[in-house]
């Protein structure tokens, strides 16, 4: 069995980050991916926020035009709310394009990335092995690391349209749909990304009867104009995991729970995270000393997200149509409509982390 510096289980976007940054600094990486081909199994949305464009050398090809508007939807899709921002806001990526790109820079650092690779591995261990697997990781139980108890799961569907209006980002807040969460259409005039995600044990029925169930009632939805793509998944909205690093390895993405508890975003964190991740492990196999390994603490993180997990708590509570359209009698207030905005088009997504220790 060969052995290196790092193994970095999973290539998403979070261990692709890790890989190469470890890797610019000189350290023996491989990266084990289950998947044979990094276009199949994608499940997130691909929505990159403001902040994270601002900060972050995201290839521009792979992004779709800005989306400035927000219209929230009460169940009855009467009297929605509309917010619009007068900077870009989001902007959807081409996600097997984006994974192409983070291969591509993980392998021209150094990286050796080995796709249909399953962990633990009989080719290959590490001095350090970090955990970038999933909502439900395999390494942080391996590891005797917390793990993500608190998940959404959600279903997708992805497809052209033939472009014309305004990008929008339609949200639908309807507990029979989607409990503790929302049903959305990404629509930024060249895909539509149609989807929904809930609480799995309050979900009516199965997922994909409630999405067709979605496109049939929403009277917003852009028709498909080429072949349509599924996604799905679990999400994990219970807030940075306490314990994510030990001697022998630590998390980063959704195996560290790095996911916006509100609005579960999670493409910002797992950026950011990934960047800390490579600065402390870097250190730590330099200098062999544990107590690097503080300066990585989920615990830490995590008080940075009370008022979200508290919102989190909130929106789970709400069990019938009757509350949420109570609640959108306060958004229709300037108070509520300037907390909506806040929370859509605030900076405080996650918090920064230094470039260097």
Known sequence: MEMVDVVVVGAGLAGLRTARSL???????VVCERRGDLGVGIRTTGIFVRRTLVDFA?????????????????????????VVSERDEFRVADMEGMYAHALAEATAAGARVRLGVAYPSTEVTG?????????????????GLD?????????????????GGTPTFHCVVDPRLAPGY???????GHHAHVGLAGLPERLSAPLPKLLRAFRAGFPDLPEPAGPVRRRGGPI????VLRRIACPDGLLVGDAAGAVSPLTAGGLDPCLRMAELAATVTGDYLRTGDA???????????????????????????VRGPAAAEAA??????????????????????????????
């Open 236 to 239: 994990p909205v219970g807030g």
């Open 147 to 163: 793990t993500n108890r608190r998940l959404l799961i959600g279903a997708e569907e992805v497809y052209p349209v033939g472009g």
């Open 182 to 188: 929302l049903a959305w259409v990404v629509d930024d």
């Open 291 to 317: 107590d690097v390994l503080r300066h990585y603490d989920g615990a830490a993180l995590r008080a940075r997200f009370r008022v979200r997990l508290l919102l989190r708590d909130a929106l789970s509570l």
């Open 127 to 143: 001095r350090f092995t970090i955990g970038a697997d999933g909502a439900r990781s395999t390494v942080a139980r391996r590891l």
């Open 58 to 82: 995201v290839p521009d090809r792979h992004l779709g035009p800005a989306v400035r508007r927000v219209v929230l939807y009460p169940p009855s899709l009467r009297g929605p709310v509309e």
């Open 23 to 29: 890797a610019e600094q000189g350290f023996d990486v």
């Open 328 to 357: 959108f009698t306060l958004l229709r207030t300037p108070p509520g409509r300037s907390a909506a905005a806040r929370v859509l088009f605030g900076d405080g997504s996650f918090p920064d982390v230094p470039a260097r220790l």
